[in-house]
């Protein structure tokens, strides 16, 4: 280890950053024992105002959406940029999802356009909805509920419109390089490089104003949502900015770094977000406070502690040190605590309060994407497995996984956080309420067929993978009827998000009466 | 002063941790196994590296890894895909190419398996004229055809079942079937103290 000053120099940061965790993990000890962090129960309360428990807050015009008003108002026009652009974003992804999809069981479809061949809009459509849709439109929410759970006006407004222009000038420079060949060539971070810095600025005025209103709440206590709110706030912008430092990495090395970032990009970012959303939705739609609050705490730390060291059970039997995919085993069925600790929580509050869902479509979308959160997760904690893995991976076994995780969880959470926050952004309800819950049937079918679809079929495909008298034509020719289902399940999606689209429209279009008076 | 402080903290250190267990342990081992290897893989020419750079850009890696896995998790060898990968058969890639799909076979040794240049072009203009239930997608925007009953240039190459088509492969094509041949990773490990000797 002595031998030259490189080696020297990354003993220094070893060192470092050990001695960082520590002493965080030591301030986390001390916080524990000063009784800084149990939560008194009453805190669950803290999202509810004057009179509030007990009543169930559905319509946008009613009283007790005025108590909020100034605080849901606060910053507007950014927060409607982020939501209506994200939505736009999703319909252009999903278009290209379902081409892909339509390649898999028809090759020479669109086949013979170099723009639009497979390798093509496969990136495309990741990285739309990655950072088209996923990523803004869960800052749009998350910069809707911080000020209800701050109890202050969100600040620096202009900045976070900015914020919002530069994102998506980054996503569609980002998307028309990767047509004409600037690609980084890492999945998740296909966007090259210049355009991704446009990201990181734009993120970084979001959360530069984000923090600033944290820290001038005077609450006492900040709700559960807030806590996840402000950890993927730090740990989003660490992992992309050590993931896209490609002087720091090449071939196995950089395969680490990469799939160390695509999971965190899921487990400490879009999970975290989604949660702190089901948090607080979950409660206020029902009118009560969560099951159990202390619970929470085990579900934040878990996940904090665990998700973060997942990534290599992406390359399991890959070359990677035995070692380090083993810790990610580890951790991945460790995450089996806080997923557990968290369904308890979020199911037992909606099955003693279920007959809300008769009234409120905003909980319908919510409570699927809570199940849908702790059935990806288990079925992650299993197929992490070597045993499990060694079958699953290399399959669409795990294309189906993502969508249940990403479309099912994430996706159905924040079309549910839209559909709260719109009306009372605007200050008018849905006109056709009927459409939201069309879209939650046919989007809900959809992802179901798609998951349960392509799962079996990649089951069956990863059978053969492994079959040594089996061969590599056989696993093609299995799948192919599941190809098939996912296209079907995919054209649902899709048309979904295309109502979607239409609720958005409609609901910002002012009132015919309005204008005349 | 609220509490925000102890999520930072938390947040803070919980990522710290994580960059520690799996960006720097991992180089440090890596690197050191590395420095006792040879290479199976040589060091890629500039011809090469433009073929690979055709690789991303057309999204190979989508549907092919480059990564062969122990007996023990699958059947890559008995499909014929070489020996289970090393940390120094990836010593000169940058992107990696790993890839975590295979919706198609792996490529780490295609350049031995299928040593044909002509196969990959006519595979490359139209995966269906060789190989029937192929879902690869084609190609063709690589290729020139042309209407000759006599080769219209040297390296054409005639598709099969017709007597007078001709397909004539781009240089982006040619790079990328040079590429592709570069891959070799099927040659045993070896040691560089050993390889010395
Ligand atoms: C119209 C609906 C959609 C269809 C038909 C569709 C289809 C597809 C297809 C065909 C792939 C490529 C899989 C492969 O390369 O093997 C894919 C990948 C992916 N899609 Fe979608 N998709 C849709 C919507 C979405 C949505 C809304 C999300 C996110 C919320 C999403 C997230 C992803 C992710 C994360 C991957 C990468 C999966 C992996 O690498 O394992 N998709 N999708
Ligand atoms: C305890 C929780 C979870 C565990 C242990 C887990 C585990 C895994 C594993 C092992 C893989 C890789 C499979 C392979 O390549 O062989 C994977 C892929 C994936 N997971 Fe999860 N998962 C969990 C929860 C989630 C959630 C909640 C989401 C969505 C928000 C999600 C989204 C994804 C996506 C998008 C991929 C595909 C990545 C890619 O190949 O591009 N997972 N997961």
């Known amino acids: 280890m002595s031998k030259g000053g490189t080696v020297d120099a990354k003993v220094v940061f070893l060192i470092l950053t050990f001695s960082i965790s520590v002493l965080g993990m030591l301030a986390f ?11 008194p129960a009453s805190a669950a309360k803290s999202i509810f105002g004057k009179n509030e428990v007990g ?8 009283r007790m959406s005025d108590q909020w008003k100034t605080l849901d108002q606060s910053a507007k026009i950014p927060i409607l940029l982020f939501m209506v652009s994200s939505v736009l974003w999703l319909v252009l992804g999903s278009i290209f999802g379902l081409l892909v999809s339509f390649k898999f069981h028809a090759p020479e479809f669109l086949g013979s356009e170099a723009l639009l061949t497979f390798g093509k809009l496969r990136p495309l459509h990741l990285n739309i909805i990655a950072y088209g849709w996923l990523s803004p439109a869960a800052l749009g929410v998350a910069m809707w509920l911080v000020p209800r759970m701050t109890k202050v006006p969100l600040q620096n407004v202009k900045t976070l419109f900015a914020a919002g222009v530069i994102w998506n000038i980054g996503v569609i420079l ?6 004409f060949g600037l690609n980084d060539g890492l999945e998740w971070l296909e966007f090259w490089w210049p355009f991704k810095i446009l990201l990181a600025l734009a993120g970084a005025m979001v959360a530069i104003p984000l923090f600033r209103t944290i820290y001038l709440s005077k609450e006492e206590h900040l709700y559960v949502s807030m806590w996840y709110i402000i950890a993927a706030l730090i740990w989003f912008p ?8 490609h002087f720091l990495h090449s071939g196995v090395e950089q395969a680490i770094a990469n799939w160390w970032f695509a999971h965190n990009v899921l487990g400490l970012w879009v999970t975290p977000l989604g949660l702190g959303i089901v948090y607080y939705l979950l409660p206020k739609i029902i009118g009560h406070p969560i099951a159990s609050y202390q619970l929470s705490l085990f579900g934040f730390w878990g996940l904090a502690l665990f998700y973060s060291q997942v990534g290599m059970h992406h390359l399991l039997g890959g070359p990677i040190p035995t070692w380090l995919g083993n810790l990610s085993v580890v951790m991945s069925v460790g995450m089996a605590i806080p997923v557990i600790t968290t369904a308890i929580n979020h199911h037992v509050s909606a099955y003693r309060h279920f007959h809300v869902l008769n009234e409120s479509v905003v909980l319908r979308f919510i409570v699927f994407g809570a199940m849908s959160y702790t059935v990806s997760s288990l079925q992650g904690s299993l197929h992490s497995l070597r045993t499990f893995n060694y079958t699953t991976h290399f399959t669409h076994w795990t294309v189906s996984h993502a969508h249940l995780g990403l479309y099912g969880f994430t996706t159905m959470v924040l079309f549910g956080g839209i559909y709260y926050a719109l009306p009372r952004l605007v200050g008018r309800n849905f006109k056709h309420p009927r459409l939201l819950n069309l879209h939650f049937w046919v989007a809900a079918t959809g992802i179901i067929i798609y998951a349960v679809g392509l799962g079996y079929g990649g089951w069956l495909q990863g059978k053969e993978l492994q079959n040594v008298n089996g061969s590599f034509e056989q696993s093609v020719r299995l799948t192919m009827p599941y190809l098939v289902v996912r296209s079907f399940g995919g054209t649902l999606m899709l048309l979904s998000h295309c109502l979607m689209l239409y609720n958005v429209f409609s609901i910002l279009r002012p009132e015919k009466e309005a204008v005349i008076k | 002063m609220n509490k925000a402080y102890i999520f930072v903290l938390g947040g803070t250190s919980t990522i710290t941790l994580s960059i520690f267990l799996f960006i720097l342990v991992p180089r440090l081992q890596v690197s050191e196994i590395n420095k006792d290897a ?12 433009k073929g690979r750079k055709t690789y991303i850009d057309n999204g190979c890696l989508y549907c092919h890894s480059q990564q062969v896995r122990d007996p023990v998790a699958g059947a890559d060898k008995a499909f014929g895909w070489g020996r289970a990968s090393l940390p120094s058969d990836y010593i000169y890639d940058k992107p990696h190419l790993l890839g975590t799909m295979r919706t198609g076979p792996d ?8 040593p044909s240049r002509d196969w990959h072009h006519l595979h490359f203009y139209n995966p269906r004229l060789l190989v029937s239930w192929s879902i690869m997608p084609g190609f063709p925007f690589f290729y020139e055809v042309a209407t000759s009953s006599e080769s219209p240039k040297p390296g054409a190459i005639r598709i099969p079942g017709k007597t007078d088509q001709w397909i004539i492969p781009s240089e982006e094509a040619e790079n990328l079937v040079s590429y592709l041949m570069s891959l070799k990773r099927d040659r045993d490990p070896v040691k560089a103290s050993e390889a010395t000797k």
């Open chain 2, 107 to 114: 490529l780490s040794n295609i350049g031995s398996r299928q």
């Open chain 1, 174 to 179: 980002g998307c028309v390089g990767l047509l």
């Open chain 1, 55 to 62: 009543h169930s807050e559905l319509d946008a015009k009613s």
């Open chain 1, 238 to 245: 660490v992992l992309f900015i050590i993931a896209n430092s």
């Open chain 1, 29 to 39: 000890v001390v916080a524990l024992i000063q009784k800084q962090v149990l939560v």
């Open chain 2, 38 to 49: 040879v290479s199976a893989q040589s060091p890629y020419t500039e011809n090469e590296l």
